[in-house]
C-alpha cells in the first residue's frame, strides 16, 4: 500500500499564490506517475496536473501557465506551485500516485484524503 499525506492548503486572496505538497510512504515501486486533482462543492473531481516517473509534465489548460508541478523523489514528495490563484480555483485538492504494473500493465490508483483551497476576497 502507498500513504499519501498533502498539505499546504489555506484561505487565499485572489491573484495570490499557494504551494501544496504530497509525502508520500509505504510500497513506492512500479510508480508511473504522481499529480493532483481537485474538487470544487457540487463538482466531479478534475484533473489538475501530472508528473510522471520520467519527469514530463501536463497540466489541465484551466490551469496552464499558471501551476507547476515538480517532484523531489529523495523525499518521495510531489508539490503544487499555484499562482495567480482565482475563486475558480477553490476546492478539495487530492494528491494521486498511479502504480503500474510490469508485467499486467495494469493501474493502481492510490489518493490522499484531501487538503482544502479557498481563493477568496
Known amino acids: 500500500q502507498v500513504q499519501l499525506v498533502e498539505s499546504g492548503g489555506g484561505l487565499v486572496q485572489p491573484g495570490g499564490s499557494l504551494r501544496l505538497s504530497c509525502a508520500a510512504s509505504?510500497?513506492?515501486?512500479?510508480?508511473?506517475?504522481m499529480g493532483w486533482y481537485r474538487q470544487a462543492p457540487g463538482k466531479q473531481r478534475d484533473f489538475v496536473a501530472r508528473i510522471t516517473s520520467g519527469g514530463s509534465t501536463n497540466y489541465s489548460d484551466s490551469v496552464k501557465g499558471r501551476f507547476t508541478i515538480s517532484r523531489d523523489n529523495a523525499k518521495n514528495t510531489v508539490y503544487l506551485q499555484m499562482n495567480s490563484l482565482k475563486p475558480d480555483d477553490t476546492g478539495v485538492y487530492y494528491c494521486n500516485l498511479d502504480r503500474r504494473n510490469p508485467v499486467t500493465q495494469g493501474i493502481t490508483s492510490f489518493w490522499g484524503q484531501g487538503t482544502q483551497v479557498t481563493v477568496s476576497s
Open positions: 509505504g510500497s513506492m515501486f512500479w510508480i508511473n506517475a
